[in-house]
């Protein structure tokens, strides 16, 4: 085809063709008699001029014809009425339109050449709309809220909750109050006038089940200003086996133990006493396995706490077990230290610290209280998880080997909390160092999302793990949810759903209903300045195509008026039927 001719249905080419040439030779067969006479070679052509008017009403022909430049702007929600009005100055002839989310935004006979984009933004999944269009986006007005928010809505009874976000152009002597399901404030801090203000508060998490917490902005008086929703889901802990060596008897170790065995974990203690006599001590388990470093005797814990003289104890083989059960089964191991540890090569480990003058640790979750450490910190690496940390200081922390974890922290004496009166402090420390260290669960079906909350008729993704050959992915309210394979893990399926009703929605796996999916679904005005600043980061990154007002004409493809074909048709066919009975 030539540059500025095409077909509307040029797929159906070489079918129509091959008809439009069985007609044509069926029509030269019937005229057969009049073969040799000048009449016969006039009905041929005649002929194929019929059956090409035929051919050409299917196939559509289009050309392209060059277009005048037509430029539009797009208005979304927080634009400068006075942007807008200097863009009208430049071109008296700008289409205006006006961005409603989830709708088309032009019709396919009325695209633009080029546009601008004013205000906050087009939502990401509406973004394909203009993929064919040369947009920049021009911005709105300032936001002013809070933007950033991150915490795990999915969370463990007993835990310790940390919502950390950021406040953009907040009013000075406002306050932010964390409140909980019942309306009562759990944490408050004051805002500033500081143009990013960063903030944290936090709870304990003392019962299991399906939660709305709220993030509540009051200005002097008292009045509320806003009120946002934090949808949590709480589940209970599952009872973890823990096996503790002590080269020697310390009050944390005992605390410590006494801690997990409250509760419910299923503990083990093994004292050294002297070089080779031991002590044996058993919590909330029935039978009494006297225990040996072997990979037999290990695989059946989740978790092995030992201190620094014991590890300090192991032969290389016994090291070289660690190292397996950890790396092949998942068991997480955390590691008690001492002043020693710092200083000396790290046998299971491969932490690395750096002196640090403070002897005490204050962490933004308990406010407080100060806690005793050594005089070390974390060096930061890319290796590292951290589990505790204020700022850039990290106390605790994590790595990975394997399919399991190896731990450590840089508190010391943590049991005077206890002795200080601050039990809660002391249980939803260890408590958020145990979970992360300890083997991690493997169940068939693993549910994960990018969203803490879904907004109704709007797309919220998920994601879905699981071994099951071909899951169907059902809702509470009954249909079926399709599912998209990924090309690279087969274990891997993403899914996508359009709430039309508020409120907490389940999903599950009809194969295995026991792993279920909890998100809460709320209306678009929850969060509008953290929807908006991510709004904007993507219309920034994917708008930025035009570097003037002024651009290039167009063209586009115009179809060829078929009523010319059809005339043509009528005449040749009239001709062919007239002419014999003239």
Not at 519 to 547: C, E, M, R
Request: proline share 4%.
């Amino acid at each position: 085809m030539i540059d500025n001719f095409t077909f509307a249905h040029l797929n159906w080419i070489w079918p129509i063709l091959v008809i439009a040439l069985c007609l044509w030779l069926v029509f030269a067969w019937k005229e057969r008699a009049l073969y040799g006479s000048s009449i016969f070679f006039i009905h041929l052509g005649i002929s194929f001029l019929a059956i090409s008017s035929l051919v050409l009403i299917a196939l559509q022909p289009q050309t392209q014809v060059k277009t005048e430049t037509q430029i539009a702007v797009l208005l979304t929600e927080g634009f400068k009425q006075t942007q807008l009005d200097s863009l009208k100055k430049t071109d008296p002839k700008l289409d205006v339109y006006q961005y409603k989310i989830g709708e088309e935004i032009f019709d396919i006979d009325n695209i633009p050449s080029s546009l601008f984009i004013l205000g906050h933004g087009i939502r990401r999944f509406d973004h394909w709309q203009l993929e064919a269009i040369p947009t920049l986006y021009l911005g709105g007005k300032e936001l002013k809220g809070v933007t950033q928010l991150n915490y795990d809505y999915y969370q463990t009874k007993g835990n310790r909750l940390q919502f950390n976000g950021t406040y953009k152009n907040p009013t000075k002597s406002n306050r932010l109050l964390l409140e909980g399901p019942g309306g009562k404030t759990l944490d408050s801090l004051i805002l500033t006038d500081e143009k990013f203000q960063s903030f944290e508060v936090s709870t304990d998490l003392n019962v299991s089940g399906n939660f709305n917490y709220h993030l509540v902005e009051k200005d002097s008086l008292d009045a509320v200003l806003s009120t946002a929703l934090l949808p949590l889901t709480i589940v209970d802990k599952s009872p973890l086996k823990i096996l503790m060596l002590n080269g020697s008897p310390t009050f944390e170790s005992k605390y410590l133990k006494n801690y997990l065995a409250e509760t419910g974990h299923q503990v083990v203690v093994k004292n050294q006493l002297t070089t080779a006599r031991y002590k044996y001590e058993y919590f909330n388990m029935t039978s009494k396995p006297i225990i040996n470093i072997t990979e037999e005797k290990l695989e059946i814990f989740d978790l092995l706490i030992i201190d620094t003289r014991s590890l300090k104890a192991f032969s290389k083989r016994q090291l070289t077990t660690l190292r397996t059960v950890v790396r092949e089964l998942g068991m997480g191991i955390l590691i008690q230290p001492d002043v020693n540890y710092f200083r000396n090569k790290k046998l299971i480990s491969s932490f690395k610290f750096e002196t640090e003058k403070s002897k005490e640790a204050n962490l933004s979750a308990f406010p407080k209280q100060n806690l005793k450490k050594y005089f070390y910190q974390f060096k930061d690496e890319f290796s590292l998880q951290p589990i505790h940390r204020s700022g850039s200081k990290i106390w605790s922390a994590y790595q990975r080997v394997g399919s399991g974890r190896v731990g450590t922290s840089v508190f010391r004496n943590t049991f005077e909390l206890i002795l200080n009166g601050h039990p809660k402090t002391y249980h939803a420390l260890w408590s958020k160092i145990i979970e992360k260290i300890s083997k991690p669960k493997t169940p068939s079906v693993q549910w994960s999302s990018s969203h803490n909350l879904a907004y109704i008729n709007q797309p919220f993704e998920f994601e879905l793990r699981t071994t099951i050959p071909n899951p169907i992915v059902e809702s509470n309210e009954g249909f079926s949810i399709p599912l998209q394979r990924d090309l690279n893990v087969k274990s891997l399926w993403k899914g996508r759903v359009y709430p039309r009703k508020t409120g907490w929605k389940q999903q599950r796996v009809s194969q295995n209903s026991s792993e279920i999916f909890q998100y809460y679904v709320t209306d678009s005005l929850q969060w509008k300045a953290a929807t908006n600043f991510n709004t904007i980061k993507a219309n920034k990154n994917n708008f930025n195509t035009i570097s003037s007002s002024k651009t290039s004409p167009r063209s586009t493809l115009k179809l060829v008026n078929p009523l010319w074909f059809f005339v043509i048709f009528i005449l040749c066919a009239g001709y062919l039927w007239l002419e014999p009975k003239l």
